[in-house]
Protein backbone atom coordinates (compact mmCIF):
# COMPACT_ATOMS: atom_id res chain seq x y z
CA UNK A 1 0.00 0.00 0.00
CA UNK A 2 1.37 3.49 -0.58
CA UNK A 3 2.28 6.14 1.92
CA UNK A 4 1.80 9.85 1.83
CA UNK A 5 4.62 11.01 3.59
CA UNK A 6 5.04 14.67 1.92
CA UNK A 7 3.30 17.49 3.61
CA UNK A 8 2.89 15.66 6.74
CA UNK A 9 5.16 17.75 8.78
CA UNK A 10 3.87 21.02 7.48
CA UNK A 11 0.23 19.36 7.73
CA UNK A 12 0.67 19.11 11.52
CA UNK A 13 2.57 22.75 11.85
CA UNK A 14 -0.90 24.34 9.96
CA UNK A 15 -3.31 22.39 12.35
CA UNK A 16 -1.24 23.40 15.14
CA UNK A 17 -1.50 27.42 13.96
CA UNK A 18 -5.27 26.85 13.07
CA UNK A 19 -5.03 27.90 9.64
CA UNK A 20 -5.82 24.63 7.23
CA UNK A 21 -6.93 25.72 3.79
CA UNK A 22 -10.42 25.10 2.80
CA UNK A 23 -13.47 24.38 0.60
CA UNK A 24 -16.22 26.28 -0.01
CA UNK A 25 -18.62 27.51 -2.45
CA UNK A 26 -15.74 29.20 -4.72
CA UNK A 27 -18.54 32.02 -6.30
CA UNK A 28 -18.07 31.57 -10.53
CA UNK A 29 -20.41 29.59 -12.00
CA UNK A 30 -20.03 27.96 -15.10
CA UNK A 31 -23.45 28.06 -16.73
CA UNK A 32 -24.49 25.56 -19.52
CA UNK A 33 -27.56 26.40 -19.86
CA UNK A 34 -31.00 26.17 -17.57
CA UNK A 35 -32.51 23.88 -16.19
CA UNK A 36 -33.17 21.78 -19.34
CA UNK A 37 -29.18 21.27 -19.86
CA UNK A 38 -26.80 18.84 -18.90
CA UNK A 39 -25.81 18.97 -15.52
CA UNK A 40 -22.92 22.13 -15.73
CA UNK A 41 -19.60 22.27 -13.97
CA UNK A 42 -18.72 22.52 -10.52
CA UNK A 43 -19.17 26.04 -8.95
CA UNK A 44 -15.53 27.05 -8.30
CA UNK A 45 -13.55 30.10 -8.56
CA UNK A 46 -12.05 30.68 -11.75
CA UNK A 47 -8.67 29.51 -10.39
CA UNK A 48 -7.32 26.45 -11.63
CA UNK A 49 -6.96 23.14 -10.27
CA UNK A 50 -3.10 21.90 -9.33
CA UNK A 51 -1.87 18.67 -8.04
CA UNK A 52 1.71 17.37 -8.71
CA UNK A 53 2.35 13.76 -7.90
CA UNK A 54 4.90 13.00 -5.70
CA UNK A 55 5.30 10.58 -2.43
CA UNK A 56 6.66 6.71 -3.35
CA UNK A 57 4.80 3.44 -4.14
CA UNK A 58 5.46 0.51 -2.33
CA UNK A 59 4.26 -3.02 -3.21
CA UNK A 60 0.18 -3.32 -2.92
CA UNK A 61 -0.87 -5.38 -0.14
CA UNK A 62 -2.89 -8.23 0.10
CA UNK A 63 -5.12 -6.92 3.26
CA UNK A 64 -8.37 -5.58 2.56
CA UNK A 65 -8.65 -1.64 3.16
CA UNK A 66 -11.03 -2.16 6.06
CA UNK A 67 -8.26 -5.09 7.75
CA UNK A 68 -5.76 -2.25 7.09
CA UNK A 69 -7.89 -0.08 9.19
CA UNK A 70 -8.42 -2.06 11.90
CA UNK A 71 -4.80 -2.88 11.99
CA UNK A 72 -3.60 0.80 12.76
CA UNK A 73 -2.73 1.53 8.97
CA UNK A 74 -5.23 3.97 7.01
CA UNK A 75 -7.77 2.83 4.84
CA UNK A 76 -8.12 3.25 0.98
CA UNK A 77 -11.64 4.99 -0.34
CA UNK A 78 -11.32 4.09 -4.01
CA UNK A 79 -13.25 7.24 -6.14
CA UNK A 80 -14.53 8.15 -9.75
CA UNK A 81 -15.01 11.91 -9.97
CA UNK A 82 -15.82 14.24 -12.99
CA UNK A 83 -13.12 15.84 -14.56
CA UNK A 84 -14.54 18.74 -16.46
CA UNK A 85 -12.07 19.62 -18.43
CA UNK A 86 -9.39 20.88 -16.09
CA UNK A 87 -7.06 17.50 -16.48
CA UNK A 88 -5.83 16.56 -12.31
CA UNK A 89 -3.80 14.20 -11.88
CA UNK A 90 -3.82 11.18 -9.13
CA UNK A 91 -1.75 11.57 -6.19
CA UNK A 92 -1.34 14.99 -6.72
CA UNK A 93 -0.01 17.30 -3.68
CA UNK A 94 -3.44 18.21 -3.01
CA UNK A 95 -4.71 14.74 -2.70
CA UNK A 96 -1.84 14.04 -0.61
CA UNK A 97 -3.05 16.82 1.85
CA UNK A 98 -6.23 15.84 2.06
CA UNK A 99 -5.03 12.35 2.61
CA UNK A 100 -3.11 13.46 5.71
CA UNK A 101 -5.90 15.88 7.10
CA UNK A 102 -8.62 12.90 7.20
CA UNK A 103 -6.04 9.95 8.02
CA UNK A 104 -7.10 7.74 4.81
CA UNK A 105 -5.99 7.28 1.43
CA UNK A 106 -7.55 8.03 -1.47
CA UNK A 107 -7.90 6.29 -4.88
CA UNK A 108 -8.81 8.96 -7.23
CA UNK A 109 -9.88 8.44 -10.90
CA UNK A 110 -11.16 11.85 -12.91
CA UNK A 111 -13.00 10.96 -15.72
CA UNK A 112 -13.30 13.37 -18.73
CA UNK A 113 -17.36 14.74 -18.14
CA UNK A 114 -17.36 13.62 -21.74
CA UNK A 115 -16.69 10.06 -20.92
CA UNK A 116 -18.03 9.61 -17.68
CA UNK A 117 -21.76 8.51 -18.10
CA UNK A 118 -20.74 5.25 -19.94
CA UNK A 119 -18.04 5.05 -17.47
CA UNK A 120 -20.04 4.89 -14.91
CA UNK A 121 -22.94 3.22 -16.48
CA UNK A 122 -20.63 0.59 -17.17
CA UNK A 123 -19.61 -0.02 -13.44
CA UNK A 124 -22.69 0.56 -12.41
CA UNK A 125 -24.47 -2.37 -14.67
CA UNK A 126 -21.68 -4.49 -13.67
CA UNK A 127 -21.70 -3.87 -10.06
CA UNK A 128 -18.03 -2.90 -9.74
CA UNK A 129 -18.46 0.57 -9.03
CA UNK A 130 -15.76 1.83 -6.40
CA UNK A 131 -16.37 2.97 -3.15
CA UNK A 132 -17.52 6.26 -3.66
CA UNK A 133 -19.37 7.84 -6.96
CA UNK A 134 -19.91 11.29 -8.30
CA UNK A 135 -23.62 10.72 -9.69
CA UNK A 136 -23.88 12.64 -13.34
CA UNK A 137 -27.42 14.60 -13.67
CA UNK A 138 -29.15 12.70 -16.75
CA UNK A 139 -32.62 14.78 -18.04
CA UNK A 140 -32.33 17.14 -14.94
CA UNK A 141 -32.56 14.08 -12.54
CA UNK A 142 -29.51 12.59 -10.59
CA UNK A 143 -31.81 9.40 -10.11
CA UNK A 144 -31.61 7.95 -13.79
CA UNK A 145 -32.68 4.81 -14.84
CA UNK A 146 -29.39 2.23 -14.93
CA UNK A 147 -28.74 4.46 -11.47
CA UNK A 148 -31.76 3.21 -10.01
CA UNK A 149 -32.08 -0.30 -11.12
CA UNK A 150 -28.93 -0.31 -9.53
CA UNK A 151 -30.41 1.17 -6.42
CA UNK A 152 -33.17 -1.38 -6.64
CA UNK A 153 -30.88 -4.43 -6.71
CA UNK A 154 -29.58 -3.02 -3.24
CA UNK A 155 -25.98 -1.83 -5.02
CA UNK A 156 -25.76 1.07 -3.32
CA UNK A 157 -26.09 2.66 0.07
CA UNK A 158 -29.54 3.94 1.34
CA UNK A 159 -27.78 6.94 3.70
CA UNK A 160 -31.10 8.48 5.31
CA UNK A 161 -30.05 7.09 9.27
CA UNK A 162 -26.55 8.27 8.87
CA UNK A 163 -28.38 11.48 7.87
CA UNK A 164 -31.10 11.50 10.26
CA UNK A 165 -31.14 8.73 12.98
CA UNK A 166 -29.00 9.57 16.09
CA UNK A 167 -27.52 12.04 17.98
CA UNK A 168 -24.55 12.25 15.57
CA UNK A 169 -26.84 11.99 12.63
CA UNK A 170 -25.32 14.50 9.81
CA UNK A 171 -28.42 16.52 9.53
CA UNK A 172 -28.16 17.77 13.74
CA UNK A 173 -24.32 17.84 13.89
CA UNK A 174 -22.90 19.09 10.71
CA UNK A 175 -22.94 22.66 10.49
CA UNK A 176 -23.53 22.71 6.56
CA UNK A 177 -26.32 19.72 6.59
CA UNK A 178 -28.44 20.99 9.55
CA UNK A 179 -29.36 24.12 7.75
CA UNK A 180 -30.70 22.31 4.96
CA UNK A 181 -34.74 22.30 4.82
CA UNK A 182 -36.69 18.86 4.36
CA UNK A 183 -38.05 19.96 1.00
CA UNK A 184 -34.00 19.82 -0.28
CA UNK A 185 -33.47 16.37 1.19
CA UNK A 186 -36.61 15.34 -0.78
CA UNK A 187 -34.65 16.27 -3.95
CA UNK A 188 -31.93 13.50 -2.84
CA UNK A 189 -34.82 10.94 -2.11
CA UNK A 190 -36.08 8.26 -3.65
CA UNK A 191 -38.72 5.53 -3.22
CA UNK A 192 -38.53 6.66 0.52
CA UNK A 193 -34.59 5.83 0.75
CA UNK A 194 -31.72 8.66 0.39
CA UNK A 195 -28.89 7.49 -2.18
CA UNK A 196 -27.36 10.62 -2.96
CA UNK A 197 -25.07 12.61 -0.56
CA UNK A 198 -25.44 16.52 -1.76
CA UNK A 199 -22.56 18.21 -1.53
CA UNK A 200 -24.18 21.69 -1.41
CA UNK A 201 -27.49 23.61 -1.57
CA UNK A 202 -27.49 25.96 -4.31
CA UNK A 203 -29.03 29.09 -4.88
CA UNK A 204 -32.51 28.63 -5.42
CA UNK A 205 -34.78 29.30 -9.24
CA UNK A 206 -31.00 30.51 -10.79
CA UNK A 207 -32.25 31.09 -13.81
CA UNK A 208 -34.77 34.10 -12.85
CA UNK A 209 -32.84 37.27 -13.54
CA UNK A 210 -33.61 39.90 -15.93
CA UNK A 211 -30.69 41.51 -16.99
CA UNK A 212 -30.64 45.21 -18.74
CA UNK A 213 -28.89 47.60 -20.47
CA UNK A 214 -28.90 50.63 -17.52
CA UNK A 215 -27.20 53.00 -19.75
CA UNK A 216 -29.78 52.80 -22.74
CA UNK A 217 -32.55 53.00 -19.66
CA UNK A 218 -31.50 56.59 -18.15
CA UNK A 219 -30.24 57.36 -21.85
CA UNK A 220 -33.52 57.04 -23.57
CA UNK A 221 -35.68 57.56 -21.02
CA UNK A 222 -37.16 54.29 -19.56
CA UNK A 223 -35.65 54.37 -15.97
CA UNK A 224 -39.45 53.21 -14.85
CA UNK A 225 -39.06 49.80 -14.19
CA UNK A 226 -42.27 47.29 -15.60
CA UNK A 227 -43.98 45.32 -13.16
CA UNK A 228 -46.02 43.07 -15.02
CA UNK A 229 -45.15 40.90 -18.23
CA UNK A 230 -47.43 43.04 -20.25
CA UNK A 231 -45.38 46.12 -18.99
CA UNK A 232 -42.67 44.51 -19.52
CA UNK A 233 -43.65 43.77 -23.21
CA UNK A 234 -44.27 47.19 -24.02
CA UNK A 235 -41.05 48.28 -22.31
CA UNK A 236 -38.97 45.48 -24.31
CA UNK A 237 -40.22 46.59 -27.47
CA UNK A 238 -40.04 50.77 -26.63
CA UNK A 239 -36.53 50.38 -25.52
CA UNK A 240 -35.62 48.32 -28.33
CA UNK A 241 -36.86 50.91 -30.79
CA UNK A 242 -35.49 53.76 -29.14
CA UNK A 243 -31.97 52.31 -28.88
CA UNK A 244 -32.25 50.97 -32.46
CA UNK A 245 -32.87 54.52 -33.81
CA UNK A 246 -30.16 56.47 -31.18
CA UNK A 247 -27.36 54.12 -31.65
CA UNK A 248 -27.60 54.02 -35.35
CA UNK A 249 -27.20 49.75 -35.27
CA UNK A 250 -29.85 47.05 -34.45
CA UNK A 251 -30.55 46.23 -31.08
CA UNK A 252 -32.88 43.89 -30.15
CA UNK A 253 -35.63 43.26 -27.19
CA UNK A 254 -34.21 40.06 -26.10
CA UNK A 255 -31.11 37.51 -26.45
CA UNK A 256 -32.94 34.94 -28.08
CA UNK A 257 -31.65 31.86 -30.81
CA UNK A 258 -32.14 28.61 -31.75
CA UNK A 259 -36.35 26.65 -31.44
CA UNK A 260 -35.58 25.53 -27.52
CA UNK A 261 -38.45 27.69 -26.29
CA UNK A 262 -37.77 25.42 -23.15
CA UNK A 263 -34.20 27.34 -22.69
CA UNK A 264 -33.41 29.25 -20.02
CA UNK A 265 -33.77 32.30 -21.71
CA UNK A 266 -37.28 32.39 -21.86
CA UNK A 267 -38.46 29.44 -19.35
CA UNK A 268 -39.59 32.17 -16.90
CA UNK A 269 -41.43 33.63 -19.04
CA UNK A 270 -43.52 30.77 -19.81
CA UNK A 271 -43.64 29.72 -15.79
CA UNK A 272 -45.25 33.33 -15.39
CA UNK A 273 -48.23 32.47 -18.24
CA UNK A 274 -48.63 28.78 -17.03
CA UNK A 275 -48.39 28.67 -13.27
CA UNK A 276 -45.73 25.71 -13.31
CA UNK A 277 -42.38 24.82 -14.50
CA UNK A 278 -41.40 21.51 -16.60
CA UNK A 279 -44.08 19.53 -15.26
CA UNK A 280 -46.76 20.44 -12.95
CA UNK A 281 -49.87 19.21 -11.74
CA UNK A 282 -53.50 20.33 -13.76
CA UNK A 283 -56.68 20.95 -11.46
CA UNK A 284 -57.52 17.19 -12.42
CA UNK A 285 -54.43 16.10 -10.29
CA UNK A 286 -52.91 15.08 -13.21
CA UNK A 287 -49.14 16.01 -14.43
CA UNK A 288 -48.71 18.18 -16.92
CA UNK A 289 -45.72 19.62 -18.99
CA UNK A 290 -45.80 23.23 -19.75
CA UNK A 291 -45.93 23.58 -23.39
CA UNK A 292 -49.46 21.36 -23.03
CA UNK A 293 -50.72 24.03 -20.74
CA UNK A 294 -53.90 25.53 -22.49
CA UNK A 295 -52.08 28.76 -21.12
CA UNK A 296 -49.03 27.97 -22.37
CA UNK A 297 -50.53 29.73 -25.82
CA UNK A 298 -50.25 32.94 -23.90
CA UNK A 299 -46.72 32.97 -23.61
CA UNK A 300 -46.28 32.19 -27.30
CA UNK A 301 -48.30 34.99 -28.18
CA UNK A 302 -46.37 37.40 -25.68
CA UNK A 303 -43.36 36.02 -28.15
CA UNK A 304 -44.95 36.70 -31.07
CA UNK A 305 -45.76 40.37 -29.81
CA UNK A 306 -42.32 40.66 -29.58
CA UNK A 307 -41.04 39.16 -32.66
CA UNK A 308 -44.06 41.06 -34.81
CA UNK A 309 -42.69 44.24 -33.48
CA UNK A 310 -39.09 43.41 -34.60
CA UNK A 311 -37.41 42.73 -30.87
CA UNK A 312 -36.45 39.32 -31.82
CA UNK A 313 -34.26 38.68 -34.03
CA UNK A 314 -36.20 37.87 -37.47
CA UNK A 315 -34.23 34.66 -38.28
CA UNK A 316 -33.66 33.39 -34.82
CA UNK A 317 -34.90 29.92 -35.57
CA UNK A 318 -31.14 29.50 -37.54
CA UNK A 319 -29.47 29.29 -34.50
CA UNK A 320 -27.07 32.34 -34.90
CA UNK A 321 -25.92 33.05 -30.99
CA UNK A 322 -23.83 36.33 -31.78
CA UNK A 323 -27.02 38.78 -33.23
CA UNK A 324 -29.01 38.92 -30.46
CA UNK A 325 -26.16 38.60 -27.81
CA UNK A 326 -26.38 40.71 -24.81
CA UNK A 327 -23.27 40.90 -23.95
CA UNK A 328 -22.15 42.57 -27.33
CA UNK A 329 -24.52 44.85 -26.99
CA UNK A 330 -26.96 43.73 -29.65
CA UNK A 331 -29.91 43.71 -26.98
CA UNK A 332 -31.67 45.48 -24.19
CA UNK A 333 -31.97 42.16 -21.96
CA UNK A 334 -31.28 38.93 -20.99
CA UNK A 335 -32.64 36.42 -18.88
CA UNK A 336 -30.54 34.31 -17.36
CA UNK A 337 -29.05 33.52 -13.73
CA UNK A 338 -29.95 36.22 -11.39
CA UNK A 339 -26.79 36.70 -9.96
CA UNK A 340 -24.65 37.11 -13.36
CA UNK A 341 -24.94 41.23 -13.42
CA UNK A 342 -22.11 41.40 -11.12
CA UNK A 343 -20.23 44.05 -12.97
CA UNK A 344 -17.85 46.11 -10.76
CA UNK A 345 -18.47 49.57 -9.98
CA UNK A 346 -15.65 50.54 -12.11
CA UNK A 347 -17.81 48.76 -14.98
CA UNK A 348 -14.19 47.98 -16.03
CA UNK A 349 -12.24 45.44 -13.63
CA UNK A 350 -15.18 43.15 -13.88
CA UNK A 351 -16.31 43.89 -17.44
CA UNK A 352 -19.21 41.41 -17.71
CA UNK A 353 -19.79 42.25 -21.22
CA UNK A 354 -17.62 41.51 -24.21
CA UNK A 355 -14.25 43.27 -24.32
CA UNK A 356 -14.69 44.93 -27.70
CA UNK A 357 -17.90 46.94 -26.36
CA UNK A 358 -17.54 50.48 -24.81
CA UNK A 359 -16.98 51.01 -21.45
CA UNK A 360 -20.01 53.04 -20.52
CA UNK A 361 -22.54 50.05 -21.07
CA UNK A 362 -24.05 49.29 -17.54
CA UNK A 363 -25.43 46.20 -16.80
CA UNK A 364 -28.72 46.11 -13.92
CA UNK A 365 -31.50 44.09 -13.03
CA UNK A 366 -35.40 44.07 -12.61
CA UNK A 367 -36.86 43.26 -9.87
CA UNK A 368 -39.13 39.38 -11.03
CA UNK A 369 -42.46 40.67 -12.71
CA UNK A 370 -45.85 39.23 -12.54
CA UNK A 371 -47.50 37.52 -14.99
CA UNK A 372 -51.23 36.08 -14.93
CA UNK A 373 -50.55 32.82 -13.26
CA UNK A 374 -46.80 33.19 -11.40
CA UNK A 375 -43.95 35.65 -11.29
CA UNK A 376 -41.50 35.12 -14.05
CA UNK A 377 -39.26 32.73 -12.14
CA UNK A 378 -38.65 28.96 -12.31
CA UNK A 379 -37.57 26.79 -10.37
CA UNK A 380 -34.48 24.52 -10.65
CA UNK A 381 -34.89 21.39 -11.97
CA UNK A 382 -32.87 20.30 -8.71
CA UNK A 383 -31.39 22.76 -6.34
CA UNK A 384 -28.42 20.07 -5.78
CA UNK A 385 -25.71 21.37 -7.20
CA UNK A 386 -23.61 17.86 -7.40
CA UNK A 387 -23.88 14.59 -5.25
CA UNK A 388 -22.11 11.29 -4.32
CA UNK A 389 -23.04 7.40 -4.07
CA UNK A 390 -21.89 4.94 -2.05
CA UNK A 391 -21.08 1.47 -3.03
CA UNK A 392 -23.13 -1.37 -0.71
CA UNK A 393 -19.92 -3.34 -1.14
CA UNK A 394 -18.40 -1.41 1.88
CA UNK A 395 -18.29 -2.14 5.57
CA UNK A 396 -19.69 -0.50 7.92
CA UNK A 397 -16.61 0.57 8.96
CA UNK A 398 -16.08 2.39 5.98
CA UNK A 399 -18.90 3.77 5.49
CA UNK A 400 -18.72 5.66 8.73
CA UNK A 401 -14.82 6.75 7.43
CA UNK A 402 -16.30 8.13 4.05
CA UNK A 403 -19.20 9.81 6.31
CA UNK A 404 -16.36 11.52 8.16
CA UNK A 405 -14.26 12.37 4.86
CA UNK A 406 -16.81 13.50 2.73
CA UNK A 407 -18.51 15.66 4.77
CA UNK A 408 -15.96 18.37 6.24
CA UNK A 409 -16.89 21.61 7.04
CA UNK A 410 -14.65 25.02 8.65
CA UNK A 411 -15.80 24.33 11.86
CA UNK A 412 -15.17 21.03 12.39
CA UNK A 413 -11.37 22.04 10.43
CA UNK A 414 -10.66 25.73 10.23
CA UNK A 415 -9.12 26.12 6.98
CA UNK A 416 -11.07 23.85 5.36
CA UNK A 417 -13.13 26.45 3.43
CA UNK A 418 -9.51 28.34 2.48
CA UNK A 419 -8.30 24.94 1.11
CA UNK A 420 -11.17 23.67 -1.02
CA UNK A 421 -11.15 27.18 -2.42
CA UNK A 422 -7.41 27.93 -2.81
CA UNK A 423 -5.18 24.87 -2.08
CA UNK A 424 -2.30 24.52 0.37
CA UNK A 425 -0.34 27.83 1.49
CA UNK A 426 3.22 27.82 0.10
CA UNK A 427 2.31 24.88 -3.46
CA UNK A 428 -0.27 26.55 -5.01
CA UNK A 429 -0.61 30.23 -3.83
CA UNK A 430 1.48 32.80 -1.50
CA UNK A 431 -0.14 34.25 1.48
CA UNK A 432 0.53 38.36 0.81
CA UNK A 433 0.60 40.82 3.66
CA UNK A 434 -2.65 42.26 2.80
CA UNK A 435 -4.45 38.87 3.11
CA UNK A 436 -4.30 38.16 -0.33
CA UNK A 437 -3.43 35.06 -2.27
CA UNK A 438 -0.81 35.06 -4.95
CA UNK A 439 -1.04 31.89 -7.47
CA UNK A 440 1.59 33.85 -9.97
CA UNK A 441 4.66 32.48 -8.91
CA UNK A 442 6.73 30.22 -11.41
CA UNK A 443 4.76 25.84 -11.16
CA UNK A 444 1.94 27.41 -9.03
CA UNK A 445 -0.46 27.56 -11.99
CA UNK A 446 0.44 23.98 -13.08
CA UNK A 447 0.16 22.33 -9.66
CA UNK A 448 -2.97 24.22 -9.20
CA UNK A 449 -4.50 22.38 -12.34
CA UNK A 450 -2.83 19.11 -11.15
CA UNK A 451 -4.61 19.11 -7.88
CA UNK A 452 -8.00 19.99 -9.13
CA UNK A 453 -7.89 23.38 -6.39
CA UNK A 454 -11.46 24.76 -6.55
CA UNK A 455 -12.97 21.85 -8.04
CA UNK A 456 -13.10 19.37 -5.01
CA UNK A 457 -16.28 20.49 -3.72
CA UNK A 458 -17.92 18.01 -6.29
CA UNK A 459 -17.13 15.56 -3.94
CA UNK A 460 -16.20 16.45 -0.84
CA UNK A 461 -18.86 18.55 0.67
CA UNK A 462 -18.79 22.55 0.58
CA UNK A 463 -20.91 25.73 2.55
CA UNK A 464 -23.84 26.25 0.69
CA UNK A 465 -23.63 28.71 -1.95
CA UNK A 466 -23.54 32.69 -1.51
CA UNK A 467 -23.52 34.39 -4.98
CA UNK A 468 -24.11 37.97 -3.21
CA UNK A 469 -21.01 37.58 -1.65
CA UNK A 470 -19.01 35.98 -3.90
CA UNK A 471 -19.94 37.65 -6.93
CA UNK A 472 -20.84 41.45 -5.63
CA UNK A 473 -19.13 41.65 -2.46
CA UNK A 474 -15.32 40.63 -3.48
CA UNK A 475 -12.44 42.86 -1.93
CA UNK A 476 -10.77 45.01 -4.15
CA UNK A 477 -11.52 46.78 -7.47
CA UNK A 478 -13.71 43.98 -8.95
CA UNK A 479 -16.63 44.57 -6.05
CA UNK A 480 -19.89 45.87 -7.52
CA UNK A 481 -21.71 49.17 -6.63
CA UNK A 482 -23.25 49.28 -3.58
CA UNK A 483 -26.57 50.32 -5.10
CA UNK A 484 -26.18 46.34 -7.52
CA UNK A 485 -25.08 45.05 -4.37
CA UNK A 486 -28.66 45.98 -2.63
CA UNK A 487 -30.55 45.17 -6.10
CA UNK A 488 -28.93 41.47 -6.35
CA UNK A 489 -29.91 41.26 -2.51
CA UNK A 490 -33.89 42.15 -3.33
CA UNK A 491 -34.04 39.83 -6.10
CA UNK A 492 -32.43 37.22 -4.02
CA UNK A 493 -34.99 38.16 -0.62
CA UNK A 494 -37.78 38.12 -3.55
CA UNK A 495 -37.14 34.53 -4.77
CA UNK A 496 -36.72 32.52 -1.60
CA UNK A 497 -39.65 34.10 -0.04
CA UNK A 498 -41.69 33.62 -3.25
CA UNK A 499 -39.99 30.02 -4.11
CA UNK A 500 -41.37 29.26 -0.42
CA UNK A 501 -44.90 30.98 -0.54
CA UNK A 502 -45.90 29.57 -4.32
CA UNK A 503 -44.82 25.67 -3.69
CA UNK A 504 -43.37 25.89 -7.12
CA UNK A 505 -41.33 23.52 -8.46
CA UNK A 506 -41.01 20.30 -11.07
CA UNK A 507 -43.11 17.80 -9.36
CA UNK A 508 -41.55 14.76 -11.24
CA UNK A 509 -38.16 15.44 -9.51
CA UNK A 510 -37.10 12.19 -8.85
CA UNK A 511 -39.98 10.31 -10.33
CA UNK A 512 -39.50 7.78 -12.41
CA UNK A 513 -41.53 6.53 -16.09
CA UNK A 514 -40.43 3.86 -18.26
CA UNK A 515 -42.53 5.49 -21.20
CA UNK A 516 -41.27 8.62 -20.32
CA UNK A 517 -37.31 7.45 -20.44
CA UNK A 518 -38.03 5.47 -23.74
CA UNK A 519 -40.17 7.49 -26.13
CA UNK A 520 -40.42 11.65 -24.54
CA UNK A 521 -37.71 12.78 -27.05
CA UNK A 522 -40.15 11.09 -29.99
CA UNK A 523 -43.37 11.84 -28.97
CA UNK A 524 -42.30 15.90 -28.34
CA UNK A 525 -39.22 16.09 -31.54
CA UNK A 526 -42.09 18.68 -33.19
CA UNK A 527 -42.97 20.71 -30.44
CA UNK A 528 -40.46 23.59 -30.31
CA UNK A 529 -40.68 23.65 -33.89
CA UNK A 530 -44.44 24.10 -34.11
CA UNK A 531 -43.71 27.45 -31.11
CA UNK A 532 -41.05 28.61 -33.75
CA UNK A 533 -44.03 28.49 -36.46
CA UNK A 534 -46.60 29.74 -34.41
CA UNK A 535 -44.32 33.10 -33.27
CA UNK A 536 -43.42 33.10 -36.66
CA UNK A 537 -46.74 33.49 -37.72
CA UNK A 538 -46.81 30.42 -40.21
CA UNK A 539 -49.60 28.79 -38.16
CA UNK A 540 -52.69 30.05 -36.06
CA UNK A 541 -54.68 29.16 -32.66
CA UNK A 542 -56.25 26.29 -34.89
CA UNK A 543 -53.08 24.52 -35.56
CA UNK A 544 -51.47 24.54 -32.57
CA UNK A 545 -54.06 23.25 -30.35
CA UNK A 546 -54.69 20.23 -33.10
CA UNK A 547 -50.95 19.49 -32.50
CA UNK A 548 -51.30 19.33 -28.83
CA UNK A 549 -54.51 17.60 -28.51
CA UNK A 550 -52.99 15.03 -30.61
CA UNK A 551 -49.66 14.48 -27.95
CA UNK A 552 -52.19 15.08 -24.90
CA UNK A 553 -54.53 12.35 -26.00
CA UNK A 554 -51.75 9.82 -27.11
CA UNK A 555 -51.68 6.76 -25.42
CA UNK A 556 -47.98 7.75 -25.29
CA UNK A 557 -48.73 10.97 -22.80
CA UNK A 558 -51.38 8.59 -20.87
CA UNK A 559 -49.06 6.23 -19.85
CA UNK A 560 -46.72 8.99 -19.15
CA UNK A 561 -48.61 10.57 -16.57
CA UNK A 562 -50.15 7.34 -15.33
CA UNK A 563 -46.40 6.19 -14.60
CA UNK A 564 -45.50 9.13 -12.96
CA UNK A 565 -48.63 8.84 -10.75
CA UNK A 566 -47.58 5.29 -9.45
CA UNK A 567 -44.03 6.44 -8.95
CA UNK A 568 -45.68 9.08 -7.00
CA UNK A 569 -47.74 6.87 -4.94
CA UNK A 570 -50.69 7.98 -5.83
Not at 203 to 214: D, F, H, Q, T
Request: net charge negative; hydrophobic share 35%.
Amino acid sequence: MKKKKVLALMLAAVMAAGTLGGCGDSGESQQTGGSGSQESSPEQSSEESSQDSQGSEEAPSEESSDEQASSGERMTITVLGIDWGYGPSSDSEMEQYWEDMFDVNLEIEWVNYNDYPQKLNTLIASNSQPDVTQIMSTNNTFYYPIFTQAIEAGNFVDMTSYIFDGDNALAKTNAVMKNWPQSFWDQATFNGGIYILPRSNSELAKESGIMVRRDLMRKYGFEEEPKTMDELKDWIIGLSKAATEGEGQKVYGIEFWGEDFMHAKVKAYATAFTGQTDWGIDENGEFQYIQFNPKYIDFLNWMKDLYDAEAIDPEFALGNDTTSKFKAGNSVTFLNAWYNFNQSADLTSNKIFDKSTPDTYEAWELMPVQGPEAYAVTPNATDIDSCIAISSACSEEKIQKIMEVFNGTEEAYPGYDTLMKDGVEGVHYTLLEDGTRDTSAEGMGEKRTAGYVGAWNQIFLKKDVDQVTDKFMRDGAKRASDESIARVQEVKDFIVNYMEESGLKNEITNLQSETYNNQWTMLTDDVNTMCTQYVMGQIGETEWKTFVDGIVNSDEYKAIQAEFKASAGN
